[in-house]
């Protein structure tokens, strides 16, 4: 593994020492999404701190708060190892995403006024900039833009237990998005759907938003589990092919 660029050396000060962590936390959370720590891969605490430049202290920590994410799974003794990837995890927060984003798009149509439909405005502008194509290299800023998108066709509807939901659901998704960014000829255009969604969505077309935003929401759930299936056949294929 490369090495990252040294942390400044832990002092005795609260402040000093959560930043410590956050930063841990940050790059730690980056590298297990982006796929660099893969999936199942022990996270070995000794040679972690190195990579990262900070105590063993503040990497259990951070290592921590990311089991608290689902990100990282604790097994005891035994030590963390970073989430598997799972069609059927997928599966669960699509189910949620669906159920609970879709309401939410309806409310937001019926109560976005003038503002909303400016701000959504913004949102896909940026968004659309970016990803006509989108090029190697930005998909962390890609993903940030898509947050902020997705959160401009809910924000017409004031529901702060919504959006802390839906927040927390993107996060939990984003390392599939990730997945599926990476996955070579999935011949999805991303932005034609985004396109389908806003202007739906600016047009009033309460049925037709709907039915693009979990379509949308469902094309990446498809695609990874289509690879996922993939490639555990692949694996039974060559684990046959090399039986006596």
């Known amino acids: 593994m490369a090495k990252r660029s040294a942390l400044p ?11 410590l962590i956050e930063r841990a936390y940050e790059q730690l ?7 660099q720590l893969a999936p199942g891969e022990k996270l070995r ?6 990579r990262y430049g900070v105590s063993a202290g503040t990497l259990r920590e951070a290592i921590t708060r990311l089991a608290s994410d689902a990100l990282v799974i604790a097994e005891g003794q035994r030590g963390f190892h970073v989430a598997p990837i799972a069609a059927a995890d997928l599966q669960d927060l699509t189910r949620l995403r669906i159920h609970i ?7 937001s149509m019926r109560a ?16 659309s900039q970016l990803e006509q194509p989108l090029r190697p290299g930005h998909a962390k ?9 997705h959160e401009a066709l ?4 004031d529901s702060p237990w919504t959006v802390r939901l839906l927040r927390t659901l993107s996060r939990q998704s984003e390392r599939y998005r990730r997945y599926a960014i990476r996955l070579p000829d999935s011949r999805r255009d991303v932005h034609a759907e985004h396109r389908e969604i806003y202007e739906s969505a600016i047009e009033g ?3 037709r938003a709907a039915l693009a935003l979990e379509a949308h929401i469902r094309g990446t759930a498809e695609l990874v589990t289509r690879a996922l299936d993939d490639g555990e056949k692949a694996a039974a294929t060559n684990g046959d092919s090399q039986k006596p």
Do not use: C, M
């Open 154 to 157: 809910l924000s017409g509807h």
């Open 45 to 50: 605490v000794e040679h972690l701190k190195a």
């Open 29 to 35: 959370r980056d590298d297990i999404v982006e796929g």
């Open 112 to 127: 976005g006024g003038a503002a909303w439909r400016e701000h959504l405005h913004t949102a896909y502008a940026e968004l």
């Open 141 to 149: 800023h890609w993903e940030l833009l898509n947050i902020a998108f």
């Open 205 to 207: 077309n309460e049925l």
């Open 101 to 107: 984003e879709i309401d939410a798009l309806r409310q």
């Open 9 to 19: 050396a832990a002092h005795e000060a609260p402040s000093a020492s959560r930043t």
